[in-house]
């Protein structure tokens, strides 16, 4: 059973830090692109970050260009987000996704498999 799973979410206040993880089992996603989105309350799950099967090859929204980072560790079959000079509008669960394609994308549905989401709170 294939599963993603995310960690690292909480409570930072803003301009502060936080590391986010996603940790795939039941099979090896090394050949694919990665992605990280969220979904704050009563608005659309948007895309964040991407990144290409290599990790050579990455893509942003414009929301967090300069602040978020995306990283791959295929060995460990984890990617990562560090999320730098937090704003109180990145409060949003947070979901992790593999997608059925190596090279980065930005489209949802070309992510076949989703994590169950991390609560971050971003507090002004």
């Known amino acids: 059973q294939v599963q993603l799973v995310e960690s690292g979410g909480g409570l930072v206040q803003a301009g502060g830090s936080l590391r986010l993880s996603c940790a795939a089992s039941?099979?090896?996603?090394?050949?694919?692109?990665r992605a990280w989105f969220r979904q704050a309350p009563g608005k659309e799950r948007e895309f964040i970050a991407a990144?290409?099967?290599?990790?050579?090859?990455?893509t942003y929204t414009d929301s967090v260009k300069g602040r978020f980072t995306i990283s791959r560790d295929n060995a460990k079959n984890t990617i990562y987000l560090q999320m730098n000079s937090r704003k109180p509008e990145d409060t949003a669960v947070y979901y992790c996704?593999?997608?059925?394609?190596?090279?980065?994308?930005?489209?949802?549905?070309?992510?076949?498999?989703w994590g169950q989401g991390t609560q971050v709170t971003v507090s002004s």
């Open positions: 996704a593999a997608a059925n394609r190596a090279r980065v994308t930005s489209r949802r549905n070309e992510y076949r498999y």
């Open positions: 039941g099979r090896t996603f090394s050949g694919y692109a």
């Open positions: 990144i290409n099967w290599s990790g050579d090859s990455t």
